[in-house]
């Protein structure tokens, strides 16, 4: 749960609990009070016939039984019927002659107190002037008769009594709250302070540190951002990689041209050779070294351009057949110079439109025929296909080659690495780097199926979605 949910609900129950034990009082005194049973008792005397009772005395009856205080027990008594009743000796709707209530009333005067008060009369103690009275409507409230000092104790008690549930709610609330924000206060302190020792070593260069949420912590805005934190961390680990990686390949590539110009050079210098044809064949030499170190400079900086990936912005929406078969249409001219057979086809309608850099698409193809023009001889095949399904475009390129082995298959894509057939060809193994970077990063996918001595197949996915 997230923090700034977990302290919402944290105020929201602070603002609520107190203010239910407050309304709890109130609710429980109402719930236990004999005057709820009345007011309802005085609603259904309405509906009882056969009494001679106008709606005037009626309303006075509901009037009266309002102002009875809720601690008393209270019977309505008229034409010899207990109308409502809340004393439990007596129930409502019994029937009492006249003499019967004035001998209940007295045999238990002693231990209550009475107060009968008939409609539009005053109250009065006298039993006789009420009850003997049976045309009148009659209320009869009693309170127990107890001692001062025990009568306190009681009410105490009784005071006591309804407060206890708010109090205990009120404790057991303050608990719950505290428990609540020690464990949130932890959860943060805990992140915090993993998340503040982990990121001074990676600040000192540790890149291997790993950040990971404390254990058995649900997920929130804190454990979210070490999460990013770690793919960050991971994402500039392995950028360390690459770099390192990069110029090691850097230095090991360029070093053999480098090292065969200065040879040269140094030969030329010191005399070691003065014949004019062995100089121009030196010459020559160091200007073919310096041709290919260009060349490797060039794809050095072309590769580091293509990791920039500004160059998304400028993607344009082009016709996909044309690009192709023209394409195609240059590669069979080299391939009958390189005594190779060539076989194409495009099966593509004219309207497929594709979101691309027209230039980067045509360097990745070439990227990957040039492979096949190297590693194939006389008289094999090299078949160059594209078709349009439902879902997708494909870009197939196979050649009847050398093949790939299945351990250097798994690390074609890696940049400098070249696999054991390729070791004794001329390159920097940037080739099918370039080609992964420049399919991943229009969105597209690149897969490669190869058998060692049979041949390779690359096949580019164009997801219509991106058409």
Same mark, same amino acid.
């Given at each position: ?6 302290? !919402? ?15 709890? /009082? ?13 007011? #309802? ?37 008229? $034409? ?16 009492? %002659? ?9 045999? *238990? ?9 008939? /409609?539009?009369? !005053?109250?009065?103690? @006298? ?5 003997? $009275? ?14 001062? %000092? =025990? ?23 303050? +608990?719950?709250?505290? +428990? ?17 020792? *982990?990121? &001074?070593?990676?600040?000192?260069? =540790? ?9 058995? @912590?649900? =997920? ?19 950028? &360390?990689? @690459? ?63 293509? $990791? ?76 160059? %296909? ?20 299945? #351990? ?40 490669? &199926? ?18």
């Amino acid at each position: 749960m997230k923090i700034r949910t977990q302290l !919402r609900l944290l105020i929201l129950f602070m603002v609520l609990v107190p203010l239910l034990c407050a309304m709890s /009082l109130p609710i429980f005194q109402y719930v236990t009070s004999p005057q709820r049973y009345l007011l #309802k008792g005085y609603k259904d005397v309405r509906k009882l016939e056969g009494l001679d009772i106008s709606e005037d005395e009626l309303d006075q009856l509901g009037v009266q039984l309002k102002k009875i205080p809720p601690n008393l027990e209270t019977m309505v008594y008229y $034409n010899s019927t207990v109308l409502i009743s809340s004393v439990p000796e007596i129930k409502a709707g019994s029937s009492l %002659a006249p003499m019967d209530l004035f001998e209940f009333l007295r045999t *238990t005067s002693g231990s209550y107190y009475y107060q009968l008060q008939s /409609l539009g009369m !005053r109250p009065t103690h @006298r039993l006789e002037e009420s009850v003997l $009275n049976p045309q009148s409507i009659l209320i009869i409230c009693r309170a127990k008769v107890v001692r001062q %000092a =025990a009568g306190g104790a009681s009410r105490g008690k009784t005071f006591r009594f309804l407060l206890m549930p708010g109090i205990i709610a009120l404790m057991v609330f303050e +608990v719950v709250c505290a +428990v609540f924000l020690i464990s949130l206060s932890k959860t943060i302190t805990d992140s915090i302070t993993i998340l503040e020792e *982990t990121t &001074q070593k990676i600040a000192m260069g =540790a890149l291997d540190t790993k950040i990971a949420p404390p254990k058995g @912590r649900n =997920a929130n805005e804190i454990t979210s951002l070490a999460e990013s934190l770690e793919t960050m961390r991971v994402s500039l680990k392995d950028g &360390q990689d @690459r770099r390192t990686k990069f110029i090691m390949g850097i230095s090991h590539d360029l070093r053999t041209p480098v090292a065969l110009i200065k040879g040269y050079t140094e030969a030329i210098t010191d005399g070691v050779v003065t014949d004019m044809d062995k100089v121009k064949e030196s010459l020559s030499i160091i200007h073919t070294k310096a041709d290919q170190l260009e060349g490797m400079i060039n794809d050095l900086i072309n590769y580091v351009k293509l $990791n920039n990936t500004d160059w998304r912005q400028s993607l344009e929406l082009t016709a996909l057949r044309p690009v192709l078969e023209g394409f195609m249409r240059e590669s069979e001219a080299t391939a009958e110079v390189y005594k190779r057979v060539i076989k194409t086809s495009v099966d593509l309608s004219p309207d497929v439109r594709v979101k691309m850099d027209k230039k980067l698409l045509a360097r990745a193809l070439e990227n990957i025929y040039s492979n096949a023009l190297r590693y194939t001889k006389d008289g094999d095949v090299i078949s160059m %296909a594209a078709r349009e399904t439902s879902g997708a475009v494909t870009i197939r390129i196979a050649d009847t080659g050398i093949g790939i082995s299945d #351990k250097d298959l798994k690390r074609i894509w890696d940049i400098f690495y070249r696999g054991t057939n390729s070791r004794r060809e001329s390159g920097m193994g940037i080739g099918l780097s370039v080609v992964k970077t420049i399919i991943d990063t229009h969105g597209w996918n690149i897969d490669v &199926q190869s058998k060692l001595g049979e041949g390779t197949a690359f096949t580019i996915t164009i997801p219509k979605e991106t058409v």
